[in-house]
């Protein structure tokens, strides 16, 4: 994780030209893990994904190990001027191995419930890794948390802050918390992935924070540590993230004069992706953005990332069971993939480009890339110009790293899919595929 840097009141008296100069020269963009070799097909890191798929089967989710390092050290760098923690956010990818390989590189852990909690020890992470986020705590959850010790629990209200406290002063501790403040800033993208407006469901009212603080530092079960702000998912326009440090720094400014003192500024995630090549912001972008604002609080800062470390790292491997060209308009491609391997189109109507794995020669033309479910939301791509393919014919899915494998549902007893690591030259099974055993094993 970042650490303090002693120069850090000269790195923020320099100009904004100085400023992006000097995150831009720590890294350089990754390149994509998942590239076309001649005869070989598509590949990952070089293996060919034809390869993996005549042992594994299909539907498979094949993530880039090399990705995931590339990604979560480039953030991490691009925020190395200042004493910062990154804690990935479990929601966007929970598979132990995924996680294993975060916390090799230093990573924190945000969990939305207590089970992603229990998935992230099992990983590895220590308590003192995790913050515990969710605007539905319940009162087990928070028992647990507060036993353990936290890094910090992200309280939503003041009614979970006084369940908190008591859980607390029960045990003869103070439980370290921050609140989940809402500034009521509109962040674009869909609506069910806005979290930052009034009409949402989460936090508190920022202009309620200094109140709250004031009572939080009186409660004798309470240690507050720092203050907390998500505003959304899939972000691409970088000022509302600008916007929502603003905001908290100046609540940071407002409780340093009430002489209370924090550990950190938590930014929380949702920093965008460009699923359909469209430009999106780089790690180097968002701290340009932000650390002008948080770097002069004096606080660590932290953040959240998920769908910006994993997405790009993972295809969604499928293969083409059945061609309908008999309907009016465009003819139908049915994968043995759909929204029970990758909700997010049928959900969201998210984009994700999809190409053969091996490309037939031939006119391409425009298809219908639908899965097998019983549903007509079972769309995984519309309207998309691919070249000629045939029943047999394997296709992946991309950027599928994030909010695929854990939305997976086993809807119409559809087990859940295999999924694999790349590595070094090599790949193994990290999550096998689901038997109609494993899913019944549990009903008496």
Not at 104 to 118: Q, W
Not at 312 to 331: M, T
Request: proline share 6%; charged share 20%; with cysteine.
């Amino acid at each position: 994780m970042g650490g303090k840097r002693d120069d850090s009141k000269a790195f923020f008296a320099m100009s904004n030209a100085e400023l992006s100069g000097k995150i831009a020269s720590v890294t350089t963009a990754a390149a994509s893990a998942f590239t076309f070799e001649d005869s070989l097909g598509l590949c990952c890191d070089s293996l060919p994904l034809a390869d993996v798929a005549a042992r594994a089967g299909t539907p498979t989710y094949i993530y880039s190990a090399a990705s995931i390092r590339s990604a979560w050290t480039r953030l991490d760098a691009a925020f190395a001027a200042v004493p910062h923690a990154l804690h990935y956010a479990l929601k966007a990818n929970s598979t132990l191995d995924v996680l294993r390989l975060l916390r090799g590189l230093g990573s924190g852990a945000d969990a939305n419930s207590g089970g992603e909690i229990e998935v992230a020890l099992r990983a590895g992470f220590i308590p003192e890794d995790l913050v515990f986020t969710g605007v539905g705590k319940t009162p087990e959850e928070l028992q647990r948390a507060v036993s353990l010790g936290l890094k910090a629990i992200n309280a939503e209200s003041p009614g979970e802050l006084d369940r908190i406290d008591a859980f607390a002063r029960a045990r003869g501790i103070r439980a370290r918390v921050a609140v989940r403040l809402n500034p009521d800033i509109e962040a674009g993208g869909h609506p069910y992935i806005s979290t930052g407006r009034r009409i949402n469901k989460f936090g508190v009212p920022i202009e309620l924070g200094r109140e709250l603080y004031r009572k939080i530092s009186k409660m004798p079960g309470l240690q507050p540590v720092g203050v907390h702000v998500h505003i959304g998912s899939q972000i691409t326009d970088l000022e509302p993230l600008r916007q929502a440090a603003v905001a908290l720094a100046g609540l940071v400014a407002e409780l340093a004069e009430d002489g209370i003192a924090l550990e950190h500024l938590d930014l929380g995630g949702g920093l965008g992706i460009s699923y359909d090549g469209s430009a999106a912001p780089t790690f180097e972008d968002y701290a340009a953005a932000v650390l002008p604002v948080v770097g002069p609080t004096g606080l660590a800062t932290l953040l959240e990332p998920g769908r910006a470390i994993v997405a790009p790292s993972a295809v969604l491997l499928a293969r083409v069971i059945d061609i309908k060209s008999y309907f009016d308009g465009k003819p139908f491609v049915v994968l043995d993939a759909g929204m029970t391997e990758l909700l997010r189109p049928a959900l969201y109507g998210a984009y994700h480009r999809i190409e053969p794995v091996r490309p037939r020669p031939g006119t391409a033309r425009t298809w219908e890339i639908v899965g097998p479910l019983c549903e007509s939301s079972d769309i995984v791509g519309k309207d998309r110009v691919l070249p000629p393919l045939e029943v047999g014919d394997l296709v992946a899915v991309f950027d599928a790293g994030a909010y695929g494998s854990t939305m997976s549902s086993t809807y119409n007893r559809r087990p859940l899919p295999c999924e694999v690591m790349v590595d070094d030259g090599g790949w193994e099974v990290i999550r096998r595929r689901q038997t109609i055993d494993d899913m019944t094993a549990m009903e008496i």
